[in-house]
């Protein structure tokens, strides 16, 4: 896992003065940290029954449709609004100062069906939390959510209590 974390950069004041942003995009060029990536995650929950992986915009897509074809699952996109052209479904949540909108297409799950949640970070849980809430309004089963980075420190599992949190690296 060293070797991973090798692999990605660390940008001091990012986006705003204090903040260390983790920047997975070093990680996800380099076709050994890609592929070490996709294949954790699908070993992971190879065996479970996923019938959809739920991607997160943005960098959820790169690596959730990889995953979602190792396990024979569908992909789903999670867009922020205003991006999706059919009926969707809506959630609105809490960031830091003010809230946001996620949306995920009506047809997207099918009630029972195995979901599995895919981003590239978890820091508070809020956009996690959100698209738990909207698998959950399709009556979508949520095996797990599964992370490349999460920041420990900023508590993010705590909104997902009572789901299975994976990360590959933790800070």
Known sequence: MEELK???????DFPKP???????????????GLRSVIDILTEKYKGLGIEKVVGIESRGFIV?????????????????????PAEKITVTYDLE???DVLEMHKDAIEPGQRVLIVDD?????????ATVRMVRQ???EVTGLAFIV??????????LDGYEVFSILRY
Do not use: C, H, S
């Not at 903040?19 to 076709?31: A, G, Q, R, S, V």
């Open 150 to 159: 999460e920041l420990e420190f900023l508590n993010g599992r705590e909104k």
């Open 138 to 140: 399709l009556n979508g």
């Open 97 to 99: 100062y003010g809230q």
């Open 6 to 12: 090798k692999k990605i950069r660390e940008v001091p």
């Open 121 to 129: 970070l978890i820091a508070t849980g809020g956009t996690a939390a």
């Open 64 to 84: 959730g449709p990889g995953v979602a074809y190792n396990l024979g699952a569908g992909f789903v996109p999670v867009r922020k609004k205003g991006k999706l």
């Open 18 to 32: 204090g903040i260390l942003f983790y920047d997975l995009t070093t990680l996800l060029k380099d076709k050994d």
